[in-house]
């Protein structure tokens, strides 16, 4: 096992245009998360799957991101209409959890988005 | 999830002890306290977790205030691949639903280590 894999590594775009972003989390590892980091400041929590179940989206993802995580396996963060805000490196990261707050998280190299 | 407050930034020197100090004065009964770090052009990785007693495992070392309302992360003999951004959050085990599940990341503290 090689830990969380994420494609592409870097990403540029034009404004408009659409991406998506595929995340390859650690095998059996039931939660998947995405998180968004822009320069200098700490990761923020994007949303969140329990299985194939999206539990928790933040209010940070608006109606230009959509999340998937079919078969409960990899995901794909799509971002339409890209906007220059969206410039950012997109973390995923996963765990293997039965509840509580004491699960580990696995975070993978991120995918960095340059919106021109 | 509870706030916590680190420094912007510390410097070491390689092969000595660093103490990483964080503030979580609204720590609730049933937080954990957390440490991720985050390595240049990488995702953030755990380091050490704990509740109320202190813990050591192979990376650090995890001192809790009695009152829980401080703790520190003790690198024991920092190397240059240890200059990284220390993030200290609180998970409350009993957000409710689901929530538990996120990291709430401040903006951390820049650890530099000088050879």
């Known amino acids: 096992d090689t830990g969380v894999s994420q494609n592409p590594r870097h990403k540029i775009t034009k404004r408009g245009q659409n991406v998506t972003f595929r995340c390859d989390p650690i095998?059996?590892?039931?939660?998947l998360y995405w998180y968004r980091q822009t320069l200098g400041q700490g990761p923020e929590f994007l949303t969140y799957f329990q299985n194939e179940a999206q539990l928790e989206k933040s209010r940070l993802l608006s109606d230009r991101f959509s999340a998937e995580r079919p078969k409960g396996s990899f995901s794909t963060l799509e971002i339409q209409r890209t906007e220059q805000g969206d410039s950012a490196m997109y973390l995923c990261?996963?765990?293997?959890?039965?509840?509580?707050?004491?699960?580990?998280?696995?975070f993978g190299p991120g995918t960095r988005l340059t919106v021109l | 999830d509870a706030k916590t407050t680190q420094p912007n930034s510390m410097e070491s020197n390689e092969e000595e002890p660093v103490h990483l100090p964080c503030n979580h004065s609204?720590?609730?009964?049933?937080?954990?306290i957390h440490w991720y770090r985050q390595l240049p052009s990488q995702g953030p990785e755990y380091v050490i977790h704990g509740l109320t007693s202190n813990v050591n495992n192979r990376m650090a070392s995890l001192a809790i205030a009695e009152d829980r309302k401080s703790s520190t992360l003790i690198l024991h003999r920092a190397t240059l691949r240890d200059a990284a951004v220390y993030y200290c959050?609180?998970?409350?085990?009993?957000?409710?639903?689901?929530?538990?599940?996120?990291?709430?990341f401040g903006q951390g503290t820049i650890l530099t280590v000088h050879p």
């Open positions: 959050i609180l998970r409350d085990v009993y957000a409710g639903g689901t929530s538990y599940g996120k990291l709430t």
């Open positions: 609204t720590i609730s009964g049933t937080d954990y």
């Open positions: 095998s059996e590892h039931n939660r």
């Open positions: 990261a996963s765990s293997l959890s039965s509840g509580g707050a004491t699960d580990t998280q696995y």
